[in-house]
């Protein structure tokens, strides 16, 4: 079976090459099965792959489909077994990535935030050779530790 981008399915179905889908439960997912005018059927695949592009729950999948613009078709529920759903790493992984992205934006702003204020602290600036002398002072009034 062939399989079809979002992007190709959005084109065939602006083209009217497509004449119905199907949303087919299969294990703990649900996929989208496409058949086009001439025939031939396809199933929704990942961006990047050939992979089939599985959907957890059948409403992300109708909402995918919603947009592309079909908005009528089947679904098909007799292979679906809820107790077989396993992750989906790839869509876990890039949640938790971009939880990390949003993180060190935030951690970034807040720290361009302080940096400014501080460059903006209104009270004045001591010298270094004044903090290095009240430092060399400090240290000279340090007892001395005897020597065993």
Avoid: C
Avoid at 57 to 86: C, H, M, W
Avoid at 109 to 134: C, F, K, T, Y
């Amino acid at each position: 079976m062939q399989t079809m981008t979002i992007e190709q399915l959005r084109a065939a179905s602006n083209a009217g090459g497509v004449s119905g889908v199907t949303l087919k439960g299969q294990g703990g997912a649900f996929l989208v099965q496409i058949v086009t005018r001439s025939g031939s059927g396809a199933v929704l695949s990942k961006a990047r792959s050939t992979e089939p592009r599985r959907f957890g729950n059948p409403l992300a999948a109708l909402n995918v489909l919603r947009d592309i613009g079909i908005t009528v078709g089947q679904f098909d529920a007799s292979e679906y077994d809820p107790a077989d759903k396993t992750p989906d790493a790839g869509n876990r992984g890039r949640a938790g990535a971009m939880r990390q992205a949003h993180k060190a934006a935030a951690y970034n702003q807040w720290l361009a935030g302080e940096l400014q204020a501080s460059i903006d602290d209104p009270r004045s600036n001591i010298a270094h050779d004044e903090v290095m002398a009240e430092m060399d002072a400090d240290i000279a009034a340090l007892p001395m530790k005897k020597r065993a």
